[in-house]
């Protein structure tokens, strides 16, 4: 979603961040999603660049 493709341009991250959550549960498995987010936060504690 964060790389840009022939068909469309890169969303920002915090706009892939929104769409991967809203979706948890329907296109993305739920557990995962909530994996994804604490891998995010962590590493958004560890630098300033998620």
């Known amino acids: 979603m964060t790389s840009e493709r022939p068909y469309r341009k890169a969303l920002p991250k915090e706009t892939a961040i929104r769409e991967i959550v809203k979706n948890a549960g329907t296109q993305f ?19 300033v660049d998620i």
């Open 29 to 47: 498995d739920p557990q995962v999603v909530r994996y994804f987010l604490e891998v995010l936060e962590e590493k958004a504690d560890a630098t």
